[in-house]
């Protein structure tokens, strides 16, 4: 595998596919890419996967409760899964509102208590609902976001909770790509709100925006520093890992990857969309784990003390397929699904699956 800080630009062939997945491209040199910053020691290498659950179909999100079973969302089937340690799996509901169809559907789940938080397409738009979870399933439904721009492409639909107690949320620009650059516009942006669906406090233009200029952000992840880190969708040159500041605009669609204009933070990271298509993304043992599709890989991005990264190893190359979701399991390690039925991967015996990474 060639050395990060010699990335290659795939220059395009062809237009972008569906959610920046699978451009194909040539290659040739491109000294702008970003790059490793960072002397950090060799990544320690994970144990080998072991399945969870097997026979799912695309499980696109998973968030653990707590006693340490995982609620896990199904994006074609619109169901919501428990998960436990062991494998057991049941259906908790299914998301009548949820409309299933291209990059849309029943997406991220985010979980603060006993209340769950699911980020789905409805009929005219993605939306962001907040229920209650009890023994017989879930209740006291209140929608907390709607008006968020949906498509065939581009929905975003990770949900997370940030170290500050605030609600994180991504959107995509579902193909039209000027409502990225529209702060009037939730597409293209990661959100930040309460419990509530307000505006969180201390947000930088007083909406639930906290930073824009984005693609197709489908990973979050806070190291131990608390410092906000996104995975992201490029189109035909380079996938992208982006350190988030509140306000900030990461350039899409004027600049993709590394730019020279002062207006647009640049990525710290970005990779050949054949060697990434990243979406979910976590942190644990010093590093960030960014599951990709195209690139059929789980990459290890070791950061330094100052949050900088050094060089990334690819893990499983191949190995699994397509890889989804990357969630830091309570007890340690990540639990990780595949997407080899979501249209675009070949599925295998037992796909969709969970497995769980032991990284120490």
Known sequence: MRKLWTILLLAALAACSAGGEAPTAAAVPDPAASAPTASVPAARAPRAPEDVATGLAVPWAIAFLPGGDALVTERDTARLLRVTPAGAVTEVARIGDARPGGEGGLLGVAVKDR???LYYTAEQDNRIV???????????????????PKGGIHNGGRLAFGPDGYLYATTGETGDRG??????????????????GAPAPGNPFGTLVYSYGHRNVQGLAWDAAGRLYASEFGADTYD?????????????????????????VNPIL???????????????????????LRGQRLWQVPLA??????????????????LRAVTAAPGGGLWVSTS???????????????LSVATS
């Open 179 to 196: 409502l990225a650059q529209r702060r009037d516009s939730l597409g293209g942006k990661i959100l930040r709100m309460t419990v509530d």
């Open 115 to 117: 209340q769950v938080f």
């Open 130 to 148: 907040r229920y209650r979870l009890g023994d017989d399933g879930l209740g006291d439904e209140r929608l907390l976001v709607e008006g968020i």
């Open 270 to 292: 970005t990779w050949p969309t054949g060697e990434a298509s990243p979406s979910g993304m976590a942190y644990a043992d010093g590093a960030l784990w960014v599951g990709t």
């Open 240 to 264: 992208e890992i982006n350190l988030v500041r509140p306000g900030a605009n990461y350039g899409w669609p004027e600049v993709e990857g590394k730019g020279k204009d002062a207006r647009f």
């Open 340 to 354: 080899n039925k979501d249209g675009r991967g070949s599925p295998r015996a037992g796909d969709d699956r969970i």
């Open 305 to 322: 003390p100052d949050g900088s990264p050094g060089t990334p190893v690819a893990r499983f190359t191949g190995r699994y397929g397509r």
